[in-house]
């Protein structure tokens, strides 16, 4: 079992920034990948980013690459998703999400536990 809690999401203003954590706790943490998706009003839930166990390799969906960065601290047990340069289309509420078979996934159905999300709203 993996439990996962985000924070760090609030109301930003168009260009500028925010970091959101993600803790987790039970199974050791660098024993499995993450994952950050969001969901906009309306919309499907959207892949965007990921990280290995050791954070030697990241991927990123074009939408955000270049602006966002994923990171990870396996003595924390916490991932990091750094937001720069926001968009009032970034506007969503934010989850990550844990992958025990060390993917590096893009799809929801590659993670096997997701936290409860943080809503991240930004303003024109």
């Known amino acids: 079992q993996v439990q996962l809690v985000e924070s760090g999401g609030g109301l930003v203003q168009a260009g500028g920034s925010l970091r959101l954590s993600c803790a987790a706790s039970g199974r050791t943490f660098s024993s499995y990948a993450m994952g950050w998706f969001r969901q906009a009003p309306g919309k499907e839930r959207e892949f965007v980013a990921a990280?290995?166990?050791?954070?030697?390799?990241?991927y990123y969906a074009d939408s955000v690459k270049g602006r966002f960065t994923i990171s990870r601290d396996n003595t924390k047990n916490t991932v990091y998703l750094q937001m720069n340069s926001l968009k009032p289309e970034d506007t969503a509420v934010y989850y990550c999400?844990?992958?025990?078979?060390?993917?590096?996934?893009?799809?929801?159905?590659?993670?096997?536990?997701w936290g409860q999300g943080t809503q991240v709203t930004v303003s024109s």
């Open positions: 999400a844990a992958d025990l078979s060390l993917r590096l996934g893009v799809r929801e159905d590659e993670y096997d536990y």
């Open positions: 990280i290995s166990w050791s954070g030697g390799r990241k």
